[in-house]
């Protein structure tokens, strides 16, 4: 994710890329795709992975809890 980039554009260009994937006969899991998002954060948004991966348990959250927890970073 570039720097100045709001999580719902970044998202957007997650989503196209999996439902290319999902053509192209390619499939990963949830848990996949929350790595694969975790992987692309930002640096300023480091703090908030810190947290997630102390708070939660990356194999149990769902991505819709992911990407409000990223949401609610990027307001503060």
Do not use: C, W
């Not at 994937?21 to 996949?32: A, E, M, P, R």
């Not at 640096?43 to 959250?61: E, Q």
């Amino acid at each position: 994710m570039k720097d100045g980039k709001d999580i719902e554009t970044m998202l957007s260009r997650f989503q196209t890329l999996v439902f290319g994937l999902k053509v192209l006969n390619k499939s990963y899991t949830t848990l996949g795709h929350i790595k694969s998002i975790l992987r692309s954060l930002h640096v300023r948004l480091r703090p908030k992975l810190v947290a997630i991966h102390k708070t939660k348990d990356i194999n149990k959250v769902s991505l819709d809890n992911l990407i409000r927890s990223l949401k609610s970073r990027e307001i503060e």
